[in-house]
T-cell receptor
């Protein structure tokens, strides 16, 4: 167990709605990354936060946004949900090293 | 543009034999390489890593080999066990500690008892 916890584990949303996913990083880890994993694919990098600042972003539109809080927990927000947003959303934390540790993920289904 | 490639979507191996999972990368700036294992309905679990200054790293039954000139790495599992059946992701990152980690599409390993 990595100590990274995510909530909710499963949720269903309607196209056009907004969703917020939450992540508590492993104790002491100051860096949080979010990934999207579609069926049959590897995790795709969305963005990374270090000490409450975004310090890297993948090829995702602006309707994907995030926050990191002073306790290093994090949120991923997705606005105007599309059917293709259905995926497993993974949060990973690290202490500034290259090795990242994942939570169990949040399964999002958009209908 | 897929920077980390795993060209075998699946692999079947007999229990007790060696499993060899391959990975190729295109970005010469990658400096650190990792392997993750994922069971269904769980998040990926870190398995083993290697820095570009090494060509081999071993941890129990798992060994990762890196060939920088060929931009190729492989994960060897010896001996393979049924519990090793999972999807294995190869991943890579740059030289700074805060570089993003890029993942390949994964190889599904089945170890047959």
């Amino acid at each position: 167990e990595t100590g990274v916890t995510q909530s909710p584990t499963h949720l269903i949303k309607t196209r056009g709605q907004q969703v917020t996913l939450r992540c508590s990083s492993q104790s002491g880890h100051n860096t949080v990354s979010w990934y999207q994993q579609a069926l049959g694919q590897g995790p795709q990098f969305i963005f990374q936060y270090y000490r409450e600042e975004e310090n890297g972003r993948g090829n995702f539109p602006p309707r994907f946004s995030g926050l990191q809080f002073p306790n290093y927990s994090s949120e991923l927000n997705v606005n105007a949900l599309e059917l293709d947003d259905s995926a497993l959303y993974l949060c990973a934390s690290s202490l500034g090293g290259n090795t990242i540790y994942f939570g169990e993920g949040s399964w999002l289904t958009v209908v | 543009d897929q920077q980390v490639k795993q060209n075998s979507p699946s692999l079947s191996v007999q229990e007790g034999r060696i499993s060899i999972l391959n990975c190729d990368y295109t970005n010469s700036m990658f400096d650190y390489f990792l392997w993750y294992k994922k069971y269904p309905a769980e998040g990926p679990t870190f398995l083993i890593s290697i820095s570009s200054i090494k060509d081999k790293n071993e941890d129990g039954r798992f060994t990762v080999f890196l060939n920088k000139s060929a931009k190729h790495l492989s994960l060897h599992i010896v001996p393979s066990q049924p519990g090793d059946s999972a999807v294995y992701f190869c991943a890579a990152s740059g030289e700074t500690s805060y570089d993003k980690v890029i993942f390949g599409p994964g190889t599904s390993l089945s170890v047959i008892p």
